[in-house]
């Protein structure tokens, strides 16, 4: 359960993650929310796009939840990153990460970050992309490895881990909404759960 300083609003608000990123991203806001785990089978479908799979999954999660806290408001959020139109999601192992990393040297990779807000009490639904795109530096294998064991990403969808020692393997980072990097858009996450009815400030 994250501390608030700031009162919310009488609706609870539920975080449908596991992630721990996410959950530290949420707190800032500094809201009263628990967190629950939205037990979603996160395998993308034949034919989808990376972009596709991250919207579906976010409002899965965010429908998954809601239906056992139908009063509450509930985010749901999902990242996946698109090489050229290849999902690359989150490596597991260490040879895994490896791989990915050679991929997506000296490449440029749009991580594809949904979010979803869902309240069955009062009908309220909407979900939001945030893409980011980054350019990865060209890595030497001596860098990959060290950054793999300093920062261990292998719970990161690409591996990379831009809140750590992941920003000294980027050439660069574009996007409206910084946070989504890390794993949850706040500027559009503030924006949904406001309409939603949860008081944010």
């Given at each position: 359960?994250?501390?608030?300083?700031?009162?919310?609003?009488?609706?609870?608000?539920?975080?449908?993650?596991?992630?721990?990123?996410?959950?530290?991203?949420?707190?800032?806001?500094?809201?009263?929310?628990?967190?629950?785990?939205p037990r979603?089978?996160?395998?993308?479908?034949?034919?989808?796009?990376?972009?596709?799979?991250?919207?579906?999954?976010?409002?899965?999660?965010?429908?998954?939840?809601?239906?056992?806290?139908?009063?509450?408001?509930?985010?749901?959020?999902?990242?996946?990153?698109?090489?050229?139109?290849?999902?690359?999601?989150?490596?597991?192992?260490?040879?895994?990460?490896?791989?990915?990393?050679?991929?997506?040297?000296?490449?440029?990779?749009?991580?594809?970050?949904?979010?979803?807000?869902?309240?069955?009490?009062?009908?309220?639904?909407q979900q939001?992309?945030?893409?980011?795109?980054?350019?990865?530096?060209?890595?030497?294998?001596?860098?990959?490895?060290?950054?793999?064991?300093?920062?261990?990403?292998?719970?990161?969808?690409?591996?990379?881990?831009?809140?750590?020692?992941?920003?000294?393997?980027?050439?660069?980072?574009?996007s409206d909404?910084?946070?989504?990097?890390?794993?949850?858009?706040?500027?559009?996450?503030?924006?949904?759960?406001?309409?939603?009815?949860?008081?944010?400030?």
């Amino acid at each position: 359960m994250a501390e608030p300083s700031i009162p919310a609003s009488s609706r609870a608000l539920v975080l449908g993650s596991t992630s721990p990123y996410r959950r530290e991203l949420l707190s800032r806001l500094r809201v009263k929310f628990d967190v629950e785990s939205p037990r979603v089978d996160e395998t993308a479908l034949p034919g989808e796009t990376p972009a596709r799979t991250a919207v579906r999954l976010a409002l899965a999660k965010a429908r998954a939840v809601a239906a056992r806290h139908p009063s509450a408001v509930v985010i749901g959020s999902d990242q996946v990153a698109d090489l050229d139109g290849r999902a690359l999601g989150k490596p597991g192992t260490h040879d895994n990460a490896v791989a990915q990393l050679k991929l997506m040297s000296g490449q440029t990779v749009v991580f594809h970050t949904a979010v979803a807000v869902v309240c069955l009490e009062t009908g309220f639904e909407q979900q939001e992309l945030a893409p980011i795109t980054v350019t990865f530096r060209r890595l030497g294998d001596d860098e990959i490895e060290a950054y793999l064991l300093a920062e261990q990403p292998y719970d990161c969808a690409g591996s990379a881990r831009s809140e750590g020692l992941g920003i000294a393997i980027l050439e660069s980072i574009e996007s409206d909404d910084p946070s989504a990097l890390v794993g949850l858009p706040l500027i559009r996450t503030c924006r949904m759960i406001r309409a939603a009815g949860v008081k944010v400030l």
